[in-house]
């Protein structure tokens, strides 16, 4: 609060038309355990959902006859939808973050079905790319809770843990696939066994409470008397402190994100089918370095997570960015079993660690009142662009540059872009609160 109050006596009419916060309030542990529980669903099912698209994506391709353009452009598609998610989490700011991430994960479930029932290319594009943004906005949601909601010395640690929890969802589906993909249910039968425990999450989230912050926001609305606005006038409203005060941190955090957007889209897209297509790995074996890749990347989480809250979070980001992208160059470059595997392995690790990093930095720079449409625009809208276009762009160019793994391995340099705006443009936010990361008026940023 020391800088919102230095800010205010600078100019003293700067937060007029903005109510003080009334003061918050820090949750009991035992709730803090019951609510991280309870969120700890959104990212395992973003890992079961992008480990069966990065698993079978050998198995669509030969559902569809499907070569490399055709594949590259399906992925991008598909990640279209995470950015549309935005018309979704900006709800969150609007009516709160409980009853948005209740209806994601029940609209999440209705669209995976209709993904399992698909019948051609389209209408399976189709519907991926709408269960995306339902996905996308629930986890932006559920980090954005965590972040509200846990104390400042944890909050690090708090956002790694629920990265973390993805490699259960990511184990379910890689386990699965060993079974399914050969058998007459194939990646269909993938999407259809993740339906149940959807349903089930839906029920245990009735115990979910809204915010402490966003409470703390709301009360100060209705003290106040106000109304909230007409729905267009809220986004509108919503949307103007990043064409002001917040705009320079939006478009800082989007290249960050874009940065090493050029290592998960390649990855993720391109690798089973890298391996299996042109190195002729066997499913068992693809799945196999899926889980081995994933279980080091939970521990490059951990240990983000860890880094972030000792070390601080310019050295983390900056230390996992660089090694992503050595360790994706030697995936695409190699043509050994070992160094395939060394390569996936350690560039799912470093990529993991530095999207810990990155997100916790997304939630640490924008207010109470913005903090989910801030988190959700730099990290799955405008962050990712480079994400999302790098698999049609890799489709294309695996032709003319003489093959998919040449053609990949050009994308490794984008997390050198990623530590240079760390290191010149980036703020420390290691053990400062929110309120002093954040006020309502956004302070140049600063790497002092």
């Known amino acids: 609060m020391r800088a919102q109050t230095a800010m205010q006596a600078a100019n003293p009419n700067s937060l007029s038309e903005q109510p003080k916060l009334a003061p918050w309030i820090p949750r009991p542990r035992r709730y803090l355990a019951a609510l991280f529980a309870m969120l700890m669903s959104a990212t395992i099912f973003e890992g079961y959902d992008i480990t069966i698209f990065h698993l079978a994506t050998p198995e669509i391709a030969r559902t569809f006859h499907l070569g490399n353009p055709a594949i590259g452009l399906m992925a991008t598609v598909v990640r279209f939808g995470g950015m549309l998610s935005f018309f979704v989490v900006i709800l969150a700011d609007r009516y709160g973050r409980k009853p948005i991430i209740s209806a994601t994960v029940l609209c999440y479930t209705v669209l995976t079905l209709f993904t399992a029932l698909s019948v051609g290319v389209r209408s399976f594009t189709i519907f991926q790319s709408l269960a995306q943004i339902f996905l996308a906005a629930e986890f932006g949601v559920a980090v954005t809770m965590i972040s509200e909601e846990f104390p400042d010395r944890r909050r690090g640690r708090a956002i790694a843990a629920l990265h973390m929890v993805a490699f259960l969802g990511v184990l379910a589906a890689a386990l699965t696939y060993a079974i399914m993909a050969e058998s007459r249910w194939g990646w269909r039968g993938m999407y259809m066994l993740g339906i149940a425990p959807l349903m089930m999450v839906f029920f245990l989230r009735r115990g979910l409470r809204e915010t402490a912050r966003f409470n703390a926001l709301?009360?100060?609305?209705?003290?106040?008397?106000?109304?909230?606005?007409?729905?267009?006038?809220?986004?509108?409203?919503?949307?103007?402190?990043?064409?002001?005060?917040?705009?320079?941190?939006?478009?800082?955090?989007?290249?960050?994100?874009?940065?090493?957007?050029?290592?998960?889209?390649?990855?993720?897209?391109?690798?089973?089918?890298?391996?299996?297509?042109?190195?002729?790995?066997?499913?068992?074996?693809?799945?196999?370095?899926?889980?081995?890749?994933?279980?080091?990347?939970?521990?490059?989480?951990?240990?983000?997570?860890?880094?972030?809250?000792?070390?601080?979070?310019?050295?983390?980001?900056?230390?996992?960015?660089?090694?992503?992208?050595?360790?994706?160059?030697?995936?695409?470059?190699?043509?050994?079993?070992?160094?395939?595997?060394?390569?996936?392995?350690?560039?799912?690790?470093?990529?993991?660690?530095?999207?810990?990093?990155?997100?916790?930095?997304?939630?640490?720079?924008?207010?109470?009142?913005?903090?989910?449409?801030?988190?959700?625009?730099?990290?799955?809208?405008?962050?990712?662009?480079?994400?999302?276009?790098?698999?049609?762009?890799?489709?294309?160019?695996?032709?003319?540059?003489?093959?998919?793994?040449?053609?990949?391995?050009?994308?490794?340099?984008?997390?050198?872009?990623?530590?240079?705006?760390?290191?010149?443009?980036?703020?420390?936010?290691?053990?400062?609160?929110?309120?002093?990361?954040?006020?309502?008026?956004?302070?140049?940023?600063?790497?002092?």
């Open 218 to 448: 709301e009360r100060d609305r209705l003290a106040a008397g106000r109304q909230r606005p007409e729905f267009w006038l809220q986004i509108r409203k919503t949307l103007t402190p990043f064409a002001g005060p917040y705009r320079s941190r939006l478009l800082i955090m989007s290249a960050l994100w874009n940065s090493i957007g050029l290592i998960g889209g390649p990855m993720v897209t391109f690798f089973p089918l890298f391996a299996k297509r042109d190195h002729h790995w066997k499913s068992h074996q693809v799945s196999t370095a899926i889980i081995l890749a994933y279980a080091m990347g939970t521990i490059g989480s951990m240990l983000s997570g860890y880094l972030m809250d000792r070390l601080g979070r310019k050295f983390t980001t900056s230390f996992f960015y660089a090694l992503s992208g050595a360790a994706m160059y030697v995936l695409f470059t190699s043509d050994t079993f070992s160094g395939i595997l060394l390569g996936e392995v350690v560039t799912m690790f470093a990529y993991q660690a530095a999207r810990t990093a990155t997100s916790a930095l997304s939630t640490e720079l924008f207010p109470t009142a913005i903090r989910a449409t801030g988190y959700n625009l730099c990290v799955q809208v405008i962050g990712q662009i480079c994400w999302m276009l790098s698999p049609v762009v890799i489709g294309l160019l695996s032709g003319p540059l003489g093959g998919l793994g040449k053609a990949a391995s050009i994308f490794a340099a984008g997390p050198v872009i990623g530590i240079a705006i760390i290191w010149s443009l980036i703020p420390e936010t290691r053990g400062k609160t929110l309120e002093e990361l954040s006020p309502n008026e956004a302070p140049p940023i600063s790497t002092e």
